[in-house]
């Protein structure tokens, strides 16, 4: 049930026309970031009030929302957001990435492909993909306008020169229909190939930055790289050792202090989909019975 | 008189916004696609599809531009009441309202800067209806091709060129709403 204390989805009309007038000007320019009047959200910046602002002026009733924190659902931050809008606007809530009509995801993209019909609303904490090579503004914005993306190729080219390869691993920057460069959130950059041509609507949100950028569907996005340098989608090379899966994104988890380690998919819907489907993985052990 | 102003708003303002912006948003991501909104009831000859645009993206802050029929003593009570946008003229419009041929010249609207390419106005264009049929649109948001009965091609390709500046379109029709972001392209017929 919604709270009868709060508008339908907590913020007030003329702030959701607001957000909703900057993303529809983030649509027709993808990937320039659009100022927004970002207002006071009853959670901390860095929990997502970018995000939060932007599900809000998109969520209708009819919508199951899903929250995913690195991937997954059960993280204070996913638990706590998604319990928001189940309060604030009485909207169905899943953890199941076919099922979403909207999801709300804080530094990861669902394993499981985006449909058409499905919107992405990323959280953003820094969107200038820039700023910390250059900390004004005024410049970063004449630089965009100018198309002056040579500093960041420099940046990727310092990276080569120090390690040998590009050591940028999250937070890859982008280029939009060869015409913005973007700052696809700190998704990791096996995630990148994932933004470009998506049937899906993609929506970033900086709350503390008040910044609102988009990706309609089927907008080619490209991650930066050299000719003798390409990129590539990278991941650890192992198997999840729970469901066994090869081809996703996976997260080192310390298991003890003899320097004993597990890899287990950051994606929990997509793992324990998989699990439910019998695959096993090296350390799965099924939870024992519950005592009757 | 007054009466027909105060009427053919929304009856549950957060809901029904909610449920337009989206079929606007889609509107918009997937260029030359056709969508239904329904909720709003504005004075004649402006169509109920404008009126739900008007009613979930116009408040105080965005200066609205009528420009030929649209621009009547019913539609003007209509907007201060349910709106509050102040009337503009075009070239300091936000939005603006009306059919291709009474919001010629387009090149009075504003495009944006340079720096802020989103400071620009979206043109709201009323047609007798919409249909599938007409030039091919290709660019972000479609997979292959859309097509579109546009009411000219050579000022949107005009639109096309300035990118990222120009003005976006929203084509009213009935109850029926297509998007033509500035990203489109527009085939030459």
């Not at chain 1, 997954?72 to 319990?83: E, G, Q």
């Not at chain 1, 820039?130 to 004449?142: G, V, W, Y």
């Not at chain 1, 080219?157 to 390690?163: C, Q, V």
């Not at chain 2, 390709?157 to 976006?168: I, K, S, T, V, Y």
Request: proline residues 8%; contains cysteine.
């Amino acid at each position: 049930m919604t709270d009868e204390a709060y508008n339908f989805a907590y913020l007030d009309e003329q702030t959701k026309a607001m957000i909703r007038r900057a993303i529809l000007k983030g649509i027709a320019v993808p990937g320039y970031q659009v100022p927004f009047a970002s207002r006071e959200m009853p959670m901390p910046y860095g929990w997502g009030t970018g995000g939060v602002q932007v599900t809000a002026a998109c969520l209708v009733p009819e919508d199951r929302l899903k929250v995913i924190d690195q991937g997954a659902d059960d993280t204070t931050n996913a638990v706590s957001i998604r319990k928001f809008f189940a309060r604030t606007a009485g909207v169905a809530t899943t953890e199941r990435t076919v099922e979403a009509t909207m999801i709300q995801t804080r530094h990861r993209i669902p394993e499981v492909p985006m449909k058409a019909g499905q919107i992405l609303v990323f959280q953003v904490p820094i969107p200038e993909p820039l700023r910390f090579l250059e900390p004004r503004e005024a410049e970063t914005r004449k630089m965009h306008e100018l198309e002056e993306y040579g500093l960041m190729h420099v940046k990727l080219y310092e990276d080569i020169a120090r390690h040998g390869q590009i050591a940028t691993s999250y937070a890859y920057p982008v280029k939009v229909e060869g015409r913005y460069v973007m700052d696809p959130s700190p998704i990791p950059k096996f995630d990148n190939p994932k933004l470009s041509c998506s049937p899906a609507i993609q929506l970033f949100g900086a709350g503390r930055e008040q910044r609102i950028y988009a990706l309609p569907p089927w907008t080619k996005v490209e991650s930066l790289d050299f000719d003798d340098h390409p990129f590539k989608a990278t991941k650890a090379a192992h198997d999840c050792d729970l469901c066994a899966a090869g081809d996703s994104y996976l997260d080192e988890v310390i298991i003890d202090d003899q320097g004993g380690r597990m890899f287990v998919c950051s994606d929990t819907d997509f793992c324990a989909g998989r699990r439910a489907k019998g695959h096993k993985g090296r350390l799965w052990a099924p939870e024992p019975e519950a005592a009757e | 008189m007054i009466a027909d102003a105060l009427a053919g708003g929304f009856t549950e303002a957060p809901v029904q916004s909610a449920r337009a912006f989206r079929e606007v948003l889609e509107a918009m991501a997937r260029p030359g696609t056709i969508r239904r909104v329904v909720g709003a009831l504005p004075p004649a000859p402006v169509s109920v599809a404008a009126g739900v645009v008007l009613l979930t993206l116009c408040d105080g802050t965005t200066p609205l531009y009528l420009a030929g029929a649209a621009d009547c003593a019913a539609m003007r009570d209509w907007v201060a009441f349910h709106i509050g946008a102040p009337l503009v003229t075009a070239e300091y419009a936000a939005f603006a309202l009306g059919r291709w041929e009474d919001l010629n010249p387009i090149t009075r609207f504003r495009v944006g800067q340079p720096d802020y390419p989103d400071r620009s106005a979206t043109l709201i264009v009323e047609q007798d209806k919409l249909t599938n049929q007409g030039p091919a649109l290709t660019g972000p948001g479609i997979e292959t091709a859309n097509w579109l009965n546009l009411p000219e091609t050579a000022a949107f390709r005009a639109n096309r060129a300035l990118f990222p500046l120009g003005f976006d379109t929203i084509f009213t029709a009935g109850d029926q709403i297509a998007g033509l972001p500035r990203s489109t392209r527009v085939e030459a017929i």
